[in-house]
């Protein structure tokens, strides 16, 4: 091509413009942006990534590395990323990420158990994990101090954090048959439930901790009373057989109540923690606790068989004590065996209040005479029987004026009251002397001699069969002759009776020839010497 070509009309010129090495080409701003979304992902996955942490778990039961949840309120706040065991091969690490959401719920007094199917205490408990799988829960303490390693429960809690109520410390000698989760009565309403227990450090007795729920709780008082209320009570002691439950609960897994007593003054609400006396049953719990106490010992020297310890003391039917202790002494000197029972005497049940309900119980110097001088008038101790039934005996405080005389010895650390024996032994030894007086009855000779009357008696009705009974036997066929005769002399048709009724009318005409004779010689007297004479015409 020539200039002119080059140089005609109509054709565009091109003209080279040089690229800047800066520009980027529209090609590369996907990867940029993805570049960019990544990164802000990641940024927002930095920030919203919450805590790691550790725990510890006895076995591993139920939880899988990738897959377990740990759950609050039913909400997912953290996944088990690693399960390991520890170095010593004792215990299962469970490594976990929590959510953010969760950091401030990581305490120290927080907690986690891993929720599986249980039944415990009488309540049913992971029934939901049976199709979903076992998870992780968690129980956020109140604690202020942050942490990231924690123990889990082998148990889930009986009780969450924060619930309303008070917890109260029971002191016990046994557990009995419960359990935690066993419930609290009050009123035979359940108001609560058995949250942990203990055995004492040296071994003597169990601590158990109970948590009442709001608003039951402030019907514990300080002078509110606890006792078993587990299964069936039978009890039989000296007023019969007696069978008590709390309900059907309690009956099968056991369980506590309690109440005030009747005549308490106390209204004000317990402190939480507050320490109670565990008793075995209601009985017990609502036992009169005196005040003052007076030990005595009580020497029997008969059978205390029946008799146990918590018996009642009885003076005229108010119990005014009760058995403390029975035991056995042997008293080298005499060779002789006794039975001493220690016995705990309330005074205070014996001295009369003033009519503005204080008591007006005596010193210890002043009861000790007041003894002296009811020992000194009779007063005595006798165990009697309380049920012919159970067998159970009791002892009765009653004066015995006849009894023989006796005195208190304080020397001794626990003073001796003076006894009688029992109704029982005093029938016991009126049998044996009656058996001794029959055994001195010569029942052998009586007999010997009994064989030979009867040997005489058959003899005798020998005689009588043959010799007596005929002549019998004919005199009383002529008895019976006599008799048949003397009835028909008797009868009103009868010769005898006519003629005897003929012989009547003759003796009463003459009885009143008789009158009219001595009638006229009433009138005549000189009839006597001259004779009857005639009427003059």
Do not use: C
Request: proline share 5%.
């Amino acid at each position: 091509m020539n200039k002119d070509e080059n140089d005609a009309p109509g054709i565009p010129t091109a003209v080279a413009v040089k690229r800047s090495k800066w520009r980027m080409q529209l090609v590369w701003l996907v990867p940029l942006v993805a570049v960019l979304i990544a990164g802000w992902l990641a940024a927002q996955a930095i920030m919203q990534k919450g805590p790691t942490i550790t725990i510890s778990f006895s076995t591993g039961e139920g939880i899988e590395a990738g897959k377990t949840k740990i759950k609050f309120k039913n909400v997912d706040i953290g996944t088990i990323k690693s399960v390991e065991l520890s170095d010593d091969h004792k215990t299962v690490l469970a490594s976990a990420e929590m959510s953010r959401s969760a950091s401030s719920m990581l305490v120290d007094d927080t907690r986690f158990w891993v929720v599986r199917p249980r039944i415990s205490g009488g309540t049913v408990s992971g029934i939901g994990t049976l199709l979903s799988g076992s998870h992780i829960g968690m129980d956020v303490g109140t604690a202020q101090n942050a942490r990231r390693d924690f123990v889990g429960l082998e148990s889930p809690p009986v009780l969450s954090s924060g619930a309303p109520g008070r917890e109260f410390v029971l002191k016990s000698g046994n557990i009995g048959s419960l359990d935690i989760g066993s419930p609290v009565f009050f009123r035979r309403l359940q108001v609560g439930q058995i949250i942990s227990y203990a055995l004492d450090p040296d071994g003597a007795g169990m601590t158990l901790h109970v948590f009442v729920n709001a608003p039951y709780d402030k019907y514990v008082t300080n002078d509110t009373r606890f006792w078993h209320a587990s299964g069936v009570d039978v009890t039989l002691d000296t007023t019969g057989v007696k069978l008590n439950t709390e309900s059907l609960v309690s009956i099968l897994i056991g369980g506590l109540a309690f109440e005030n007593p009747p005549d308490t003054t106390s209204k004000a609400e317990a402190e939480a923690r507050h320490p109670y006396e565990l008793f075995v049953d209601r009985a017990e719990a609502m036992k009169l606790h005196d005040a003052i106490v007076d030990k005595y010992v009580l020497d029997f020297k008969e059978s205390v068989r029946g008799l146990t310890v918590g018996a009642p003391i009885d003076f005229r039917g108010i119990v005014i004590g009760e058995v403390s202790a029975i035991r056995t002494h042997f008293d080298p000197a005499k060779r002789e065996f006794s039975i001493p029972v220690e016995v705990s005497i309330f005074p205070e049940r014996l001295v009369a209040s003033d009519d503005s309900g204080a008591s007006s119980a005596s010193t210890s110097s002043e009861r000790k005479a007041i003894t002296e001088d009811l020992v000194s008038k009779g007063l005595r101790a006798q165990l009697r029987t309380a049920s012919l039934l159970t067998g159970q005996l009791y002892i009765a405080i009653d004066f015995f004026p006849v009894a023989p005389k006796a005195t208190v010895d304080w020397s001794k650390g626990t003073p001796q009251l003076p006894t009688v024996p029992g109704n029982l032994q005093g029938l016991q030894d009126s049998i044996t002397s009656l058996v001794a007086k029959l055994n001195k009855i010569p029942f052998e000779g009586i007999s010997q001699d009994l064989r030979k009357t009867l040997g005489d008696a058959d003899m005798l009705m020998n005689t009588i069969n043959t010799d007596v009974a005929p002549e019998a036997k004919t005199t009383l066929a002529a008895a019976r002759e006599a008799l048949t005769s003397a009835n028909r002399a008797l009868q009103s048709d009868s010769p005898l009776q006519q003629s005897t009724a003929e012989t009547m009318r003759e003796l009463s005409r003459t009885a009143a020839s008789f009158r009219s004779l001595a009638e006229y010689l009433e009138r005549h007297p000189e009839a006597l010497l001259r004779g009857k004479t005639e009427d003059k015409q």
